[in-house]
């Protein structure tokens, strides 16, 4: 199961999919609502109990705290992979994170927002600033790809940001954690943190944000353990 995160789509999988298709893997790339935490991991929990069979959880940046999240209890889910993601603590936000091991995040300073119909007071859809996503992004994709992920990319609710987390699966899921050193939305620094306390087999990799497109064999490689 691949979960994306915010600024993205399920297309961002699609070569680590393909790879695991062609391995014999059952695999559903899940469309992430991207709403919050709490909604989002409810929906994802819901989702996983229509799966048979044992499962991997692989989840892309904000899809991190969404599976730490829905995994919890769920006795099918056999392990948990964190790919530049959130592997967040009970009653931590997105935004506490980002600042863990002495971490910041640029992309904060260059959101766009827009309104959404029921929105909560206050909150509002985030875009990154198109002019400033290749560079925090996915800097190591050609402009052409990264032109046209700007153009199409998902927003996220601003709340998700600062909406504490539930109860952490990894705290009794093994992970995997893959950190990019080069990432322009979660500090490496916080990545490190996030996979030291969970206790993640890790790999570091030089690679922007999306490693699951700048390096899908990497990736893949890290999801085939976690499955074996």
Known sequence: MLVHGAFADSSGWNEVAGQLIRK??????????????????AYLREFLTTVEGPIVLVGHSYGGAVITGAATGNTKVKSLVYV????LEEGESVAAANTLGGGH?????HLKTTPFPGASGGDADAYIDPAHFHRLFAQDLPRRTTAVMAATQRPGALAALVTPSGPA??????????VARQDGIIPPQAERAMAKRAKAVTIEINSSHVAMMSHPDTVTSLILKAAR
């Open 169 to 178: 699966a990894w705290k009794t899921i093994p992970s995997y954690f893959l």
């Open 105 to 109: 995040t640029e992309v904060v300073d």
């Open 24 to 41: 014999g893997y059952d695999v559903i790339a899940f469309s992430n609502p991207l709403r919050g935490p709490a909604s989002d991991s």
């Open 84 to 87: 530049a993601a959130y592997a």
